[in-house]
């Protein structure tokens, strides 16, 4: 199976909460369309120093991170990340790597928005058991 990537849109909860308070206008939420690579071996999200620029989201606390070359690297983690693909929507924490880095799409917001990945088209699908809607397993 090849590389599969995905259409997403990144926004900033923190944005969305401020404008139904009326503090910022619907206009100022920071939002992104990226594609990044769906990765089932990364826990998180990850985005690169770029994005968070331009997205600001509040940094929470710093991990340790072991890269696919077995190097480990220390990042920021942010939270209040927004993050739609089709019908589906997740609020998730994402790691920052360095300079331009390729973002991935982790497990975690994978498995909360209840998506798979189709292996042969190659692409990012919503679970076809539930179409119009996100269902969890709570056991």
């Known amino acids: 199976m090849g590389l599969v990537y995905a259409d997403i849109e990144l926004i900033n909860a923190g944005d969305i909460e401020m404008a139904r308070r009326h503090i910022i206008g619907e206009d100022e939420i920071k939002r992104m369309h990226i594609n990044a690579l769906v990765d089932t071996g990364s826990h998180m999200l990850c985005i690169n120093e770029t994005i968070q620029e331009q997205l600001q989201f509040p940094v929470v606390e710093k991990r340790k991170a072991q890269l696919a070359n077995s ?4 990042c920021d983690v942010v939270s209040m990340v927004e ?3 089709k019908n ?39 679970n076809p058991e539930h179409p119009f809607y996100a269902q969890m397993k709570i056991k």
């Open 71 to 74: 190097s480990v690297l220390e």
């Open 88 to 126: 589906r929507r997740t609020i998730c924490n994402a790691m920052v790597l360095p300079g331009d880095s390729e973002p991935l799409l982790g497990a975690i917001p994978l498995e909360d928005m209840d998506v798979l990945i189709h292996p042969l088209r190659q692409e990012l699908i919503v």
């Open 83 to 85: 993050l739609k693909f």
